[in-house]
């Protein structure tokens, strides 16, 4: 059987892209490639659960722009597919001068991205929150928390029930490409297998600089993989906030610092931090991947963003090591957490592209050959923006087709 489009990724952007292809061309047969036993495997089932409302993205960038759509979307959909959300809302606590400062400019950037806030002074805040101190705080009301994982699930339910075919346990190892088609190649169960499709879009995360290369496409970035780990909070703390807790970001390096966040099933975590990741998939203790570090050490790009925040990058790594250092960054918010109250949980990694030069891209990044589309960028928040992202990929392939 030849496809008309095949979708490689079954994270939320993989699976939305799949299943909004099906939805505009009900008599198309797409085919969605996934190689884990169950969607949503790494960076879709390892975050945070947080809609975010596009607090900190430029104005007229696609972030701002898809962020916006998807707080909608994603809650539209949680709604009409009876999956649980809480719109909690969210504060973004200043508690340094500095802080207040860049409190300051960034309420200013939500009102130019037409986000509904409300600026809070010391003594608001702590009306709100009893057990958190600071010198005031941006209220962000339309910030929501959801499972990911769960809407992954019934997005790709959806998809098969309108014609879609999935295949989970299909490992990507070869692409070919000619004039009429796109072959891809997986391994199932220790086989090899073959799949031909006319397009080809690929979502494939923290793989993607890899899926551009087997089609030999030329790109100039590379995915670094960043470390963020979290502690979870006892059950005593359940109701310690009633908001997620956000500490003011530095604008240089806005996916930094410590939340208390609440949880859909109610449990409250603390992070994450960001360190250097030295396995793509490494969500374990002990991650190391002998590849994953020989491509990172052989690209420039990774030298020069490694020396360029290298400062950041000791403090993020010390407070990784030393638990202590890492609750002091808590704790200048929230004093009355201590070091026994930070407990395990899962970590996550982040695929963060970056360029030759060393710049981290901090938008959406796409490649392309006359038959495939590759979504080599989908930077946080990709999960909430997943539905628009799928609608925005789907329209690129129409204009390609014309």
Known sequence: MTYDYIVIGGGIVGVSTAWQLQQRYPDKKVLLLEKEAEYSRHQTGHNSG??????????????????????????????????????CGKLLVATTPLEAERMNALFERCQQ???????LNGEQ??????????????????????????ITVKMAKRFTELGGVARLKHDV??????????????????????????????CSGLMADRTTKMLGIKTDFQIIPYRGEYYQLPKKYNEI???LIYPIPDPDLPFLGVHLTRMIDGSVTVGPNAVQGWKREG???????????LDMVMFPGFWRVTKKHFKNGLTET???????????????????????????????IRAQAVMRDGTLVHDFLFAESPRSLHV????????????????????????KAD
């Open 173 to 202: 190892v070869e692409l070919r490409e000619n004039d009429d088609l796109i072959t891809v190649g997986a391994i199932h169960q220790g086989c090899e297998v073959e799949f031909q499709g006319k397009f080809l879009i690929t």
């Open 318 to 348: 010390k407070n990784s090591l030393w638990k202590s250092g890492y609750l002091k960054r808590v704790q200048k918010y929230c004093p009355q957490i201590s070091l026994e109250d930070l407990q395990p949980y899962p970590a996550g």
């Open 283 to 293: 969500y374990g203790h002990i991650n190391i991947n002998l590849r994953d570090i």
């Open 113 to 119: 991205n037409e986000i509904e806030v409300e600026l």
């Open 125 to 150: 805040l702590n009306e709100r929150e009893p057990n958190i101190k600071g010198l005031g705080a941006i209220y962000v009301k339309s910030t929501a928390i959801v499972n990911y994982q769960e």
């Open 376 to 399: 080599c960028n989908a930077p946080s928040p990709a999960a909430t923006s997943a539905i628009p992202i799928g609608e925005y990929i789907v329209d690129k392939v129409d204009k």
């Open 50 to 87: 947080v809609v975010h409302a596009g607090v900190y993205y430029a104005p007229g960038s696609l972030k701002a722009k898809f962020c916006k759509a998807g707080v909608k979307a994603t809650i539209d959909f949680c709604e009409a597919h009876k999956l649980p959300y809480n719109q």
């Open 241 to 243: 906030v009633n908001h």
